[in-house]
């Protein structure tokens, strides 16, 4: 296993609890900065059966409204739209908390887990084989596998290796992300104003406090950046239509280029790519790790069941199943949020028209309503 973000930590216990031996190549460190993720649906019990949601449970929020407004000042503007959870039967769609926190809990599960061996330095190189994948340290340490996961991140190295190659796509918008205080209740509401540049999402943290991720254009992602904290704290006060009342923006902020990247493939000689490495895609929805759970639930349940026939985990018909059951997720995320992305930004007449009448069926159909706030969460055809 390389990388030790989210997906990449979730993998390696998962597949140790299974009761595969597994290496782990990731440097251990304080967690860089203060994002925050919103857990959704499936995700929460998938933590739960690694014991790591009980450990940080008391750091989320519970998300139990989400809110969408139009605020595009356009000609033709959708209405807008509120879910609650209690109407497809949940107590809440998900919970949002703190990366630290999350990963906090990882490594504490981590720990007690003795067949998964961290080994605390990046991998240099990364050497498919027809029997096995060697992997080299940056100090010269080396281990042998059948399998290598790469949750390596958008860069990856492991994909590199696999020889598997990338479409990338460059949005022209900048998310940039803090988290804020304010003087009024959320009330487990999270709340996304569509502007002409992007989503601006509010999503609940513990007490009166939001996580913000704020889509931009690059040249508005500079000047936000270059304000003060006041200054900021401002901006985003009216950009929430004062809704929370007077907020103050906490320490740290960050701003992420956006762009839409998928790999031909999902695996290859010997590596399957989970998380980043698998799919990068906008901050909507928060589809992202939410994903990268699922794969890293997928390639441990084929390798499981390999193992457990006395296959080989890292051969080519336990990569394809690994590809066949992922295929559809990621293709259809990738989609949904490119062309919830496209339509929110375009000034094609139509397009506006398309999005406005899609935001009314999901305001005013109940079964649509229902259908998208569920498939929201995770795919319903999932067998896991």
């Not at 990569?319 to 989609?335: G, K, M, N, T």
Request: net charge neutral; charged share 20%.
């Amino acid at each position: 296993m390389i990388g030790g973000g989210p997906a990449g930590l979730a993998c390696a216990i998962s597949m140790a609890q299974a009761g595969i031996s597994v290496a782990l190549f990731a440097r251990r460190g304080a967690y860089p900065d203060n994002r925050t993720t919103a857990l959704l649906g499936n995700s929460i019990g998938y933590l739960d059966s690694l014991n790591v949601w009980t450990r940080c449970r008391h750091r989320a929020a519970a998300l139990r409204v989400m809110r969408l407004v139009d605020d595009t000042s356009r000609l033709i503007r959708a209405p807008e739209v509120k879910f609650s959870s209690d109407e497809i039967g949940m107590e809440a769609f998900g919970y949002n908390i703190a990366n630290l926190d999350l990963l906090a809990a990882m490594m504490s599960r981590a720990d007690g887990l003795t067949n998964l061996s961290w080994i605390h330095d990046d991998a240099r190189s990364v050497t498919p084989s027809e029997d096995a994948v060697h992997v080299e340290t940056s100090n010269g340490d080396s281990i042998s596998a059948q399998l290598v996961v790469g949750a390596d991140g958008r860069h990856s190295l492991c994909r590199e290796a696999a020889g598997i190659a990338v479409k990338r796509r460059e949005l022209g918008q900048v998310a940039l992300t803090l988290n804020v205080s304010h003087a009024r209740p959320h009330n487990d509401c999270s709340v996304e104003f569509h502007t002409a540049s992007g989503p601006c999402v509010f999503v609940p943290l513990p007490g009166n406090n939001s996580s913000v991720v704020w889509v931009v254009k690059s040249d508005d992602a500079a000047r936000l950046q270059s304000l003060s904290d006041e200054q900021l704290a401002e901006a985003v006060e009216r950009q929430s239509h004062s809704i929370f009342g007077r907020m103050t923006v906490a320490p740290g902020r960050n701003a992420f280029p956006l762009a839409i990247e998928t790999p031909e493939r999902l695996a290859a000689n010997r590596i399957a790519l989970i998380g980043e490495a698998a799919h990068v895609l906008p901050p909507i929805g928060a589809q992202g790790l939410n994903m990268g759970l699922r794969d890293a639930a997928d390639i441990v349940a084929v390798a499981e069941a390999a193992t457990a026939d006395g296959r080989d985990p890292g051969s080519d018909d336990v990569l394809r199943r690994y590809e066949r059951d992922r295929r559809a997720d990621i293709f259809s995320r990738v989609f949904a949020v490119d062309m919830a992305n496209r339509t929110l930004l375009a000034d094609f007449l139509p397009a506006q028209s398309l999005r406005a009448a899609g935001l009314h069926a999901l305001n005013t159909i109940g079964p649509v309503r229902r259908m998208a706030m569920r498939e929201g969460l995770s795919p319903s055809w999932r067998a896991r």
